[in-house]
């Protein structure tokens, strides 16, 4: 019996060093854990991770649902130009002058142009100018750069995915940590 309790003790104190090791570990790159900056060693990232909330942590959950949101955002802006807009005579793709979309979307949501600026960046829509601004831009046309349905497939596939990556559970339940 004392030799199973020896083990036990053991096996007890070999996590604590290796919880303690962790901690060590992640202090070291904490930037808020240290008094003097020049005392914080430099870290490298590989390129891909640069920006990026570490694998499995709540921050990156976080992220990856804002992300979700901002795709659902600019699908229903979408579905109010394919609604409201007019088919462009030159491709038949629908258009919407600013004005009124601004006044149609503005009892969905305040913020159209940070939605419009991420449906531009995505490829869904397209109008001139870096920004635009009610009241000068209000004819300027926003249109969809596909046939509505394609870019909805696209948004809801795009959506689906990021779904999956957010409600998979880390293999390692050490992995997951606030921050």
Not at 20 to 35: D, L, T, V
Not at 95 to 124: C, H, M, Q, V, W
Not at 137 to 157: C, G, N, Q, W, Y
């Amino acid at each position: 019996m004392a030799a199973n309790q020896d083990s036990s003790v053991s096996s007890r104190i070999t996590l604590f060093n290796q919880h303690a090791e962790q901690h060590k570990n992640w202090m070291m790159i904490n930037p808020f854990a240290h008094y003097n900056v020049s005392e914080m060693p430099k870290r490298s990232f590989p390129q891909e991770e640069y920006g990026r909330a570490p694998a499995g942590s709540l921050s990156e959950q976080r992220s990856l649902q804002a992300s979700v949101r901002a795709l659902e955002e600019i699908l229903q802006l979408c579905d109010t130009i394919q609604k409201s807009g007019q088919d462009d005579p030159k491709d038949g793709l629908r258009t919407l002058a600013f004005g009124p979309l601004f006044e149609l979307y503005n009892d969905i949501s305040d913020k159209l142009l940070a939605t419009l600026l991420g449906a531009r960046k995505y490829g869904f829509v397209d109008f001139s100018g870096e920004t635009l601004f009610q009241g000068r831009d209000e004819e300027v046309p926003v249109r969809l750069l596909r046939p509505f349905e394609h870019l909805k497939t696209e948004i809801l596939a795009k959506v689906a995915d990021l779904r999956c990556d957010f409600t998979e559970k880390p293999e390692d339940s050490t992995v997951l940590r606030e921050d």
